[in-house]
């Protein structure tokens, strides 16, 4: 079954192309969602030299005598994902499982293990990245898949660890049921992802890969107690001048799976989705300033009253995302008032943005509209107003290729998916910087995230593994 979500709207307009009468029609119509990606393609939200390749409704309908069912061992599943939850274990269902900690410690070396158990190479580098190599025939470029293995404080069990163990237990049932392939498929757990531990790492371990740290930045980067990411790394044996040694210029390809972290898949029914791009995300800390001045002697007309400027400014950028419609979004997460006082007019208000949409062109209009706003409104209440940028990643768009063969690979093992976007920032994205990249989703329940509470069915799971090793199967064997 192929259902295809759109970018703004669900359910779409009846007689669209993404609208089917009855969830029963099993895989038919393949080209409704080439029509959607060939869509998406005009609008720039996705990339690939090879997009006017034909989507074959035979291939999504499993005709293919040379397609294969691939078997993923459920409690092998079960095992890891209950036994790697006990590093940094917290409460019934949290994890708190920070970059370098003794508990990140643990869970990598028990990753390791599993490779190693797999029949897989284990490599460590230089930051702390460990990765499990399946050698193939050939020295084409590296496939790689794999996600972060560090948690949230406190998260859950599914974020970042299912990818990890995903490509992992995917690898190890291709060795098992295919033998060697062609070309080399590498699992990876990443080393840092959330920023939990230290706030600006901003994906340590994929930017490693990609080659985007700077000589200062082990120095440079804190934690919330203020150590220095090189301070920890010395602690758990690794050396921070290496940093350049991680840097990899051999993969073709990287693939993550990741649990959704919101509520589409399950307001769809479904257990999986193939990503078609990944958001872009701005993050401005803003200062408005205005005049400390009595709450009751000061006539309002008077007033330059940075509390009323911030609200205007907030209503006004929320109202904003709200025109637009999906898939912009935009949140104003954190403010401060000084001085905070109920008699005083309020002369400082320091607050957060959070921007997103998957459209680079789109993208950039949005963050050129907020500013507009928040020019107009601080001029317009004689009030002063300056931000920074403390967070800047563009859209990533998923490469067709890879969509057309992991949403095949979903349709050849009878995987009910749609396709989406990814409101969130993954790896996958710093990825993008030198391989082709796609991201599979699966389904979270309650669409929760960043939570004790989050979770996802072995069933969801499995469907998930399945998924990427069909896709994978298909580009290594």
């Known amino acids: 079954m192929i259902r295809s979500s759109g970018w703004s709207r669900w359910p779409p307009k009846e007689g669209s192309p993404a609208h089917f009468q009855s969830s029963s029609d099993v895989l038919a119509p393949a080209v409704a969602l080439r029509d959607e990606i060939d869509t998406f393609c005009q609008r720039g939200y996705l990339a690939s030299s090879n997009h006017n390749a034909p989507f074959r409704k035979e291939a999504a309908l499993s005709t293919d005598p040379n397609t294969k069912s691939i078997d993923i061992d459920t409690s092998l599943v079960e095992q890891y994902l209950s036994q790697m939850a006990q590093f940094g274990k917290f409460g019934q269902t949290g994890v708190n499982r920070v970059a370098y900690s003794p508990e990140w410690v643990a869970a990598m070396d028990q ?80 080393c840092e992802e959330e920023g939990s531990r230290f706030p600006s790492a901003q994906f340590w371990g994929s ?52 649990i959704e972290q919101g509520p589409i898949l399950e307001q769809l029914g479904l257990p999986v989705a193939i990503v078609t791009g990944i958001t872009g995300i701005r993050h401005y800390s803003v200062e408005l300033l205005g005049k400390q001045d009595h709450a009751g002697a000061f006539p309002m007309d008077m007033r330059r009253d940075a509390m009323a400027g911030f609200s205007e400014i907030s209503t006004g950028l929320l109202n904003t995302a709200h025109r637009w419609g999906r898939p912009t979004v935009t949140t104003v997460g954190r403010i401060v008032c000084e001085p905070n006082f109920p008699a005083i007019v309020p002369g400082k208000i320091s607050f957060t943005v959070d921007c997103r949409h998957p459209d680079p062109e789109l993208c950039q209009k949005l963050y050129e509209t907020h500013e507009a ?105």
């Open 373 to 477: 706003l928040m020019r107009e409104v601080a001029e317009r209440r004689q009030l002063d107003v300056n931000w920074t940028i403390i967070n800047d990643h563009p859209p990533c768009p998923s490469d067709l290729g890879l969509i057309d063969i992991f949403s095949k690979g979903a349709a050849i093992q009878r995987v009910p998916f749609t396709t989406m976007h990814s409101g969130a920032g993954h790896d996958c994205q710093q990825m993008g910087r030198i391989a082709k990249v796609v991201m599979i989703f699966v389904r979270s329940k309650g669409g929760r995230s960043h939570t004790p509470d989050e979770f996802s069915s072995v069933e969801d799971i499995l469907a998930g593994i399945r998924t990427l090793a069909a896709g994978l199967h298909k580009m290594a064997y």
């Open 207 to 258: 930017r490693a890969i990609t080659g985007r740290i700077s000589p200062e930045d082990p120095d440079r980067v804190l934690g919330w107690d203020g150590q220095s990411i090189a301070s920890a790394m010395r602690e758990v044996g690794l050396d921070p001048v290496k940093f350049l040694e991680s840097k990899r210029e051999d993969i073709d390809a990287f693939i993550e799976l990741h």
């Open 111 to 190: 990753y390791a293990k599993w490779c190693s158990d797999a029949n897989l190479v284990v490599k460590r580098d230089s930051v702390g990245n460990i990765w499990g190599v399946l050698q193939g025939t050939t020295d084409r470029n590296v496939i790689a898949s794999g996600s972060h293995i560090d948690s949230q404080t406190s998260g859950g069990r599914y974020d970042g660890s299912l990818g990890a163990l995903s490509a992992l237990i995917a690898l190890r049932a291709l060795n098992e049921q295919f033998g060697r392939p062609k070309r080399t498929l590498e699992c990876v757990a990443l």
